[in-house]
């Protein structure tokens, strides 16, 4: 693409395809090595990181549909990757958690993640990373605030 096209500099543009971009090379990886779509292992971040959440609460935090999200506990159960508990403050819902299995494989990922994002950063010093995670953050707050 020439940078002389306006989507060369329209950020919306640039952040749908680069986080495509990423999200593939994440699945592949994924996919290939674990049996797990994006969605998925999502799901197991955000559980592996919060120890237990609603099924609202991951559709909040992973910025997902709620379709999207669940299916991929769906199929999360019943890989018995996670457990489904009644909510008691609230009947209505229900508790996510990772189980035993699910934990085990989130340890086994998580170091593959961060290296892989390792690789995709690696032609970034480290003031570029800080800058760049704070105005993802600045962009994410103004587009859903």
Known sequence: MSETTRLARFVPYLLSITSN???ERIARE??????L??????IMAVLGD???????ELTELTVMDKVAVNRAVKALAERGLV????????????????????????DEILP?????????????????????????????EAATG
């Open 21 to 23: 971009a990423v999200s």
């Open 37 to 42: 779509k994006i969605a998925e292992w999502r």
């Open 83 to 106: 457990d489904r508990a009644p909510n008691r403050s609230d009947g209505r819902s229900h508790m996510l958690e990772l189980t035993a299995t699910g934990r085990e494989l989130h």
């Open 30 to 35: 994924y996919h290939s090595r674990f049996g």
């Open 112 to 140: 593959l993640a961060l290296g892989l994002e390792e690789r995709m950063l690696d032609g970034l010093d480290g003031p570029e990373r800080e800058a760049l995670v704070s105005a993802l953050a600045k962009i994410r």
């Open 50 to 56: 919060t120890g237990e959440a609603t099924q609202r």
